[in-house]
Structures are given as C-alpha cells and as structure tokens.
C-alpha cells in the first residue's frame, strides 16, 4: 500500500487529489480552473463555444496549464517525492492531434521549459474538439451507413454513431483539413495523452475510454478494424494501442521529477474516462450500484453484467476500468443549465436555491431545462413542462425535477431496478437536489464522505495498477458513505410515475 495520486483533467478544471492508502487519508487536494485561474486566456468555461456547425472546442494548451497550476499548488501541500504511482481521468471523447516530433517533446525532461512550450510546436490541431461537440451529424450518417446501420455500430462499438464520439469527430477532421490530418501521427483522448505527459511516452487507451469513440470492438476490447476503416484514411497507425484499465505505462517522466519533486520510483497507470474513473471512486465498480453525477454534464452509469446496449441510440455501454462493461447515459444541460435557471430566478447563490426548491411543493410542475441543444433527449434548445406551469418561485424546484424524470426515463434500458442511489457532482452537495433525487427514483441516495469521485477513482486504480493494493479494501475506507442516507417520500411516486409518463409522451411527438 502506498501514497497515490489521482488527477482529474475534466471539462472546466483539473483536479490533484493525494491519498494515503496505509493511513486511510486523504493527504492533500489541489485544483485549477481553467476560467477563473487563466481570465487572460478567455475561457471563462474552460472551453471554446460558438464554432461553425455546433463545433465545441478547448485549448490543449490551457489544458496543460492547468495541470502545472494544479501541481504548484499540491507541490505547496504535500511532498510530491513520496508519491507512489499516480493516474488520471479525463473528459471522455475530448480529442489531442499530435504531429511529427511529439515524442520528444514527451519525452523532453528540460524542467525550464513548461509544458506548453514543449507542445505547442507539436499540435497538428490548434484545438480539441470536446464532449459538447454537436458537429458530426454528417460524418455520423457516413459511419453509419459504411457499416451497415445504426444498429451495426451500436452491437460492434456499444453505441449508435454519436455526434460527440471520437471517431465521428476525427473523420470531419480528416475530411475538412486533409493535410492537417496527413501531418496527424497521433491521436489521443484526454486521459490517454495526459497519462501520455506524465510518463513521458505514449500511453495506450484503456478500454473505458475506448469505448466512447465509435472505433472499440467493445466485445474484443480492441479497435475495431471496420470501424477504423469506416472513419478515416491510417487510423490504425494514429491511434495508441487499447489495454485493461490497470495497465502501467511507466515511471514518470524526468520532467515531473526535476519540476515538481516527484520520485523516479513513481509509476504511471494509463488513464480512463471520467466517468467511468467516477464509477471506481463511488465503490461501484461492482454491479449492483447506480451512480448518478452532477457535473457540468449529468450522467447516471453503472457496472452491468455482461454487454447491454439501448436500441434508441441514446445510452452507452463502455468498458469499466476494473474489468467488464458499464452502463452511461449522459445529459448535456447539467450544472449550466442550472445555473442559468439560478440566474433567470434572481437567486443570489446555491443557499438561496435550496430555500427556493424547498419552499415549493413536490410533484406538482416540472420542466426539462434545454437551455442548449440537449443529447438525451435529442433536442434542439428549449424547455418542455410537464404538469402544472412553473412560475419563478417553483422553476427551481421544476427544473431539477425536470432533470431528475429525464435520467429515470432515459436509463430505462439499462434494465436494473434503482435500489439505491449515490450521488456524486458538484450539485450534489445541495440537500434539497439530493431530495428531489431520492424521490423522483424513489430510492435511498448515499454520498460519499470524499467528494471529487473522478479524481479518487484515479487514485484507486493507481494503487491497485501500479501498488498491489485490493480494490475492495481501497472501497472500504474510501468510498464509504457520508452519514446521512436522504429516503424517498413514497407517498409521491405515484405522481412522478404520472410526469414520467408525460415526459415520454411528449418527446414522441
Ligand atoms: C459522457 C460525456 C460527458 C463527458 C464530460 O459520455 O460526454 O459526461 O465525459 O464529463
């Protein structure tokens, strides 16, 4: 057992968390914003929005920034030379092009020059198209039909063609800019090309991550020839190698241990996604628990048996970084819309928001907040009201509930009762969305007592990759629950049954 170092590169931040895992504690916690840490960067959100065709980019720049940042202000609250191995978890299908030269510069340990000096020469794209990315409706179609129909790549990949998947976004890449493309040596997810910095080499592709391009044989756990062939000319050669979740990359790059202290004892476990980094940080790697996480996207995953995939083309089987596959449906109004309903409604902060939730009565109106064209359900911009209309004291309340209908519905598929619940995300923490939670899916919700489930699921996995520790003994001091199971009202189920319904009656329209 050992010290272990989780990093978490998600949509607006990066987050650094150190445990100890002969202590049981958690030594430090570290985080940059990619907005309110760079203003001069203009990004307030972390990411590029308005490109041409619902283009969603960041800069891999910013990016690496961030983690620097990140690491200076661990580096000032733990000894970064007793680290034993470290991971990461990154945004899932956010993509890095790197050109002709990109191997020195991750191999390059000079500590004067910062990372982004060592990058920015290398980048055969400027920017990373991310998540939020609505662009490939198009390239979707080609994939699709190459293959030989939706349902051909949902049985091969665990999912239709989908517009912010990797594959998808990399042929609209080679198909707008071929030479760029030709001048691509290699293509990265976030999680493979940070893992990649830190060990100073390329990293392979866990399976997890993997699945969320559109290219994984999620059966085999490998690319999938056909899939490649279907998307873009040489793939095959751009991509990094698929491996198991536990695979270790190598010790750490002379650049970490001359910068920020790290020991050359210290070892680097590939990356995964974040939320299937997410699903080993809330103990549910195992299946039987459903996670829900409130982020800047809201995605409801569990472990599953075997392979399930949704005939209606909106959920995701992925692979789970611990062996087998995952189940993931994921909302795009999340943490910002809420935000903008908190804003539309005067409230000054997330205090004033629970007293509004609170103070309005349950099951009574609720609304699905699309403020930007929503994912799941595929929808453009706008807000559909189920029950009574919401005036502005209850839009709080009726948004989440709107939220909170839209994931039971839509992780129907799945096809596993919700027993339980546990919940994770920033809007987590708020008592009155956590009630809304438990008794729109009528079941207990647990949180954990460590928050950050992403960045501790990298932790974890580093230690059971690269230390020999036992999952099962990391979840019982780590993700233990937080005193205070929140129960459901029974009495109000029968009425959310009724909005449910209504839900699904209006998107069939
Ligand atoms: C999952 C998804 C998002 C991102 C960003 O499919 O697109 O949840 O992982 O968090």
Known sequence: MAKVLGLDLSTQSATALVLDTVAGVTLARARAAFGADFPDRNHPEGFIR????????????LWLDGLELALQRLAKLTDLSQIDAVSVSGQQ??????????????????????????????????????WMDASTEKECAEIASALGGDQKVCDLTGS?????????????????????????????????????????????????????????????????????????????????????????????????????????????????????????????SLPGKVVVSLGTSDTLFAAIEGIRTDAAGLGHAF???M??????????????AREAIRRECGLADWVAFSASIEASPAAVAAVLPMEEDEITPRRTAGRITLGMSATRDSLPRAAVEGQALSLRLHSRWVGTPTTQLLLTGGASENPAVAKIFADVFGAPVLRLAVSDSAALGAALRAAVGACGAKMADLEKVFCAPAPGVVQPDPTLRGRYDLLEAELGQALAR
Not at 50 to 61: Q, S
Request: charged share 15%; hydrophobic share 40%.
């Open 93 to 130: 299908h956010g993509s890095v092009y790197l050109a002709a030269g990109y191997e020195a510069a991750l191999a390059d340990g000079n500590p004067a020059t910062s990372l982004t000096a060592k990058f920015a020469s290398v980048l055969s794209r400027r920017t990373s198209p991310i």
């Open 323 to 336: 062996g087998g596959s995952m189940s993931l449906v994921c909302v795009r109004n999340g943490s910002l």
């Open 319 to 321: 692979g789970n970084p």
């Open 160 to 284: 239709v063609a989908t517009r912010r998947f990797t594959g998808p976004q990399i042929r609209r890449f080679a198909k707008e800019d071929p030479t760029a493309w030709s001048n691509t040596k290699r293509v990265h997810l976030v999680s493979s090309f940070f893992a990649s910095v830190l060990a100073g080499r390329d990293a392979a592709i866990d399976t997890g991550d993997g699945a969320g391009m559109n290219l994984m044989d999620i059966r085999q756990g490998d690319w999938a020839p056909a899939a490649l062939a279907a998307t873009a000319p040489e793939l095959m050669a751009k991509l990094p190698p698929v491996r198991p979740g536990s695979t270790v990359a190598g010790p750490i790059s002379g650049y970490f241990i001359a910068r920020y202290g790290f020991s050359p004892r210290c070892q680097v476990v590939i990356g995964t996604g974040d939320n299937p980094s997410s699903l080993v940080g809330m103990g549910a």
């Open 50 to 61: 308005g490109g041409k065709g619902g283009e969603v980019h960041a800069d891999p720049l």
